[in-house]
């Protein structure tokens, strides 16, 4: 289990707002037009099929919104209460959350571009090990010499937008001023692996090539399908509820 300190580390990296204490890893990216206030991204590398199928999933999670039982279990896992969540983007085979979904504006109006946050703290732990032994750098050198790649990438972060956008529709919130904002260095550079890594596993595999790139190299310490819990489903419901 990592400690606080990595965990502040982790949150700073996935994007979570903290006035001036917290920085978020962030691009924007080519605004075709605006309309008012709003900024529209133009979507090249994703049709009607997919946004229609981006759409679909916002709705099938926004179904079963996150329980007051959800919240406490993140709220250990993080260490802080999770603003914002909105529901349960993945679960491990036990039940326990492994990212979360949260709403493109927190509820004191703060913009949070980071809509799929990874919470298990194995898998935190997991992506940690890769970042630290250097895998961004090799991926960043990668995406600027395959073409392939680098378009791929580019898709997942299009496809990051249109379910946050999504999201804001269903939600009623404003996502003017992160327009063209996703996460994880996306659409140009690796810069957050644990956000790759909650894209792949909220929005499935063939998503994002990196993130699912990610949880095949640590699919022997973390996999969504076998449970490592520390603190399975059932264990940490008991605590939470003595």
């Known amino acids: 289990m990592h400690n606080q300190k990595d965990e502040d580390s982790v949150n700073k990296a996935q994007g979570r707002p903290q006035a001036a204490e917290e920085s978020q890893v962030v691009d924007k990216v080519r605004v075709e037009s605006e309309v008012g206030q709003n900024k529209v991204e133009a979507f090249v590398l994703i049709g009607d099929r997919e946004l229609a199928a981006v759409k679909d999933r916002v709705q099938e999670l926004l179904a079963t919104p996150a329980t007051p039982e959800q919240i406490d279990v993140v709220n250990h896992q993080l260490g802080r209460y ?29 913009p949070f571009p980071t809509t799929c946050y990874l919470t298990s703290p194995e898998a935190v732990k997991a992506v940690s090990r890769l970042e630290a032994n250097g895998l961004m750098t090799d991926w960043n050198a990668e995406l600027g010499s395959d073409p392939d790649l680098a378009s791929a990438y580019r898709r997942a972060h299009e496809l990051y937008l249109a379910f946050r956008s999504a999201l ?31 894209q792949s596993l909220v929005m499935g595999p063939g998503v994002n090539p990196l993130g699912d790139r990610a949880l095949g190299l640590v699919h022997q310490i973390f996999d969504s399908q076998v449970c490592r819990c520390a603190r399975p489903w059932t264990e940490a419901y008991r ?3 003595r």
């Open 239 to 241: 605590e939470e509820n």
């Open 168 to 198: 804001a529709h269903q939600l009623g919130d404003d996502e003017g001023h992160i327009a063209g904002i996703s996460a994880g260095g996306m659409p140009k550079r690796v810069k957050c692996l644990h956000a790759l890594t909650a």
């Open 82 to 110: 999770p603003r914002g969540m909105v529901a349960v983007g993945a679960r491990c085979v036990c039940g326990n959350p492994l990212a979360v979904v949260t709403r493109p504006q927190l509820e004191d109006g703060t």
